[in-house]
């Protein structure tokens, strides 16, 4: 069994019709990771990363002093909060924190700035909570940060090799791209083995629901999986300024102009509320008239 609450996660993480996740729910007796699979084996839903719809409010703020670089989210309950002065200025100084502070984990940043965070709740009237960081420190190249849409998404990378102005133009283009073409992994050999695995089956029966010859559907799967890792994988990905060339090709020029070798070390990519959910009325109303019919 399974109920209109079930349906309306199912529909946000798939993006799928009511109708369609009533149907994948009830051929997977329910199980939501199955009904998931369902709906992208029938083409329903796309090959998503798994976040849920973004529905949480807040800010992603990055600072950047030298080698280090520090990236923070900070959750409220309204926009229009976040878009004040007082609640920028908090997490400005979360970052500062982070930015000047050895932090084990999230748990001991929230512990650390918890009377702040009380304070800055009582001030600004509203339930504020430090979620997610990372903090990086360069040994032999540079850090870059990059902030989106107000504090929508955040980015923070390092680039290896050189210290020089060219790295940073580099590592600055990169931190662009990871903005806005949303790489989940480095390169292909960073996916993880049960990822990979998951995903040649679902293209696999992506391919047989198709009604493609059983004889080239392996062939087939090779070949998007390909597509997978050039979607996915930040340095297969087509650069955003220029289509004709990858991001590791793009490294490569750098580097040869430079007479360095360049290379990306690691990148976090924050944005805003994910994998959060606030409550929606409309939307549930929606799901719980079509569960009626």
Do not use: W
Not at 139 to 159: D, F, P, R, T
Not at 210 to 217: C, F, L, T, Y
């Amino acid at each position: 069994m399974f109920t209109s609450k079930d349906v309306m996660e199912l529909r946000k993480k798939t993006g799928a019709g009511v109708a369609d996740c009533q149907k994948a729910l009830k051929e997977t007796d329910g199980n939501m990771d199955k009904a998931v699979d369902f709906l992208r084996e029938k083409g329903m839903a796309t090959a998503a990363k798994k976040a849920s719809r973004i529905a949480a409010e807040g800010v992603v703020a990055a600072k950047v002093e030298g080698a280090t670089g520090a990236l923070v989210e900070v959750n409220c309950e309204t926009d229009f909060v976040a878009k004040g002065d007082q609640y920028k200025e908090f997490v400005d100084g979360v970052a500062e924190y982070i930015l000047n502070n050895d932090v084990a984990d999230i748990d001991a940043l929230v512990a650390a700035k918890n009377d702040e965070t009380i304070a800055a709740t009582a001030k600004i009237g509203e339930k504020i909570a430090i979620r997610r960081f990372v903090k990086y420190t360069a040994e032999a190249g540079v850090v870059e940060s990059y902030i989106h849409m107000g504090g929508k998404v955040g980015v923070l990378v390092e680039v290896e090799g050189c210290t020089c102005d060219g790295a940073k133009e580099l590592a600055h283009d990169v931190a662009l791209q990871i903005a806005a073409a949303k790489p989940l992994y480095l390169n292909a050999s960073e996916v993880p083995a049960e990822v990979l695995d998951h995903e040649k089956e679902i293209l696999k029966a992506q391919a047989l629901n198709e009604g493609k010859p059983a004889a080239i559907v392996d062939r087939m799967v090779e070949g998007r999986v390909k597509k997978y890792y050039d979607e996915f994988c930040l340095l297969n990905q087509a650069f955003v300024k220029d289509p004709s060339l990858t991001i590791e090709k793009l490294v490569k020029s750098y580097g040869d102009k430079m007479g360095k070798t360049l290379s990306i070390k690691r990148f976090t990519r924050f944005e805003m509320g994910e994998g959060l959910e606030k409550r929606n009325d409309d939307f549930a109303s929606e799901v719980a008239a079509q569960m009626k019919k």
